[in-house]
């Protein structure tokens, strides 16, 4: 099992910035990927980011692409989305979530992750 505890949320006014923060603890040997995903209300759960935990390549959806940028710390097993120019439509409550091993379909696809975080509420103020 691994463990994940988020912090870092909040209310921002737009334009403004967050850090968002993922300690795993546990049986974290074997981790692979560590990934944000987020759901507003009334919509699906949707990826935002995904850093490899090896080289530290990482992915983002298009939606954030040039405002958030996901890092990691190997030694701390923490992750973290520094989330700039924040718009209101990124309002949502933001989960972290673990994969071990590879994938079978695709990093954006939220199936594909063993272990999720208990999300943290951002608030983007217009």
């Known amino acids: 099992q691994v463990q994940l505890v988020e912090s870092g949320g909040g209310l921002v006014q737009a334009g403004g910035s967050l850090r968002l923060s993922c300690a795993a603890s546990g049986r974290t040997v074997g981790i692979s990927n560590m990934g944000w995903f987020r759901q507003a209300p009334g919509k699906e759960r949707e990826f935002v980011a995904t850093i490899t935990w090896s080289g530290g390549s990482t992915f983002y959806a298009d939606a954030v692409k040039g405002r958030f940028t996901t890092t990691r710390d190997n030694f701390k097993v923490t992750v973290y989305l520094q989330m700039n120019n924040l718009k209101p439509e990124d309002t949502a409550v933001y989960y972290c979530?673990?994969?071990?091993?590879?994938?079978?379909?695709?990093?954006?696809?939220?199936?594909?992750?063993?272990?999720w975080g208990q999300g943290t509420q951002v608030t983007v103020s217009s």
């Open positions: 979530a673990v994969k071990r091993g590879f994938y079978s379909g695709s990093y954006y696809a939220a199936d594909e992750y063993d272990y």
